[in-house]
């Protein structure tokens, strides 16, 4: 079954940095767009940023645009969220997501999640 477990949260003062993973199994991760979202307490989940199959489109939500970079790694079925010049508002559960089409929405795919909290 489809298996997607996210790493590499925690506490980062403003102005900080963090690398997310998300290692995926049970479906054909190469054949797959990946997607990064995030839940902030009392909001919906928001798309952050999506990556196609082999790396060669990516895209950003404005939040977060020349702040965060996705990118992912096939032969290890990880996709990545470089999370640079952090701030308060980043302060999410960050989710991955696997999708067959790279404009769709989010799959019923989820996985724990990774705690990110910006605070001094």
């Known amino acids: 079954q489809v298996q997607l477990v996210e790493s590499g949260g925690g506490l980062v003062q403003p102005g900080g940095s963090l690398r997310l993973s998300c290692a995926a199994s049970g479906f054909p991760f190469s054949s797959y767009v990946m997607s990064w979202y995030r839940q902030a307490p009392g909001k919906e989940r928001e798309l952050v940023a999506t990556?196609?199959?082999?790396?060669?489109?990516?895209s950003y939500a404005e939040p977060v645009k020349g702040r965060f970079t996705i990118s992912r790694d096939n032969a290890k079925n990880t996709v990545y969220l470089q999370m640079n010049s952090l701030k308060p508002e980043d302060t999410a559960v960050y989710y991955c997501?696997?999708?067959?089409?790279?404009?769709?929405?989010?799959?019923?795919?989820w996985g724990q999640g990774t705690q990110v909290t910006v605070s001094s």
């Open positions: 997501n696997p999708k067959r089409n790279y404009n769709e929405g989010p799959s019923d795919y």
């Open positions: 990556i196609s199959n082999r790396g060669v489109l990516r």
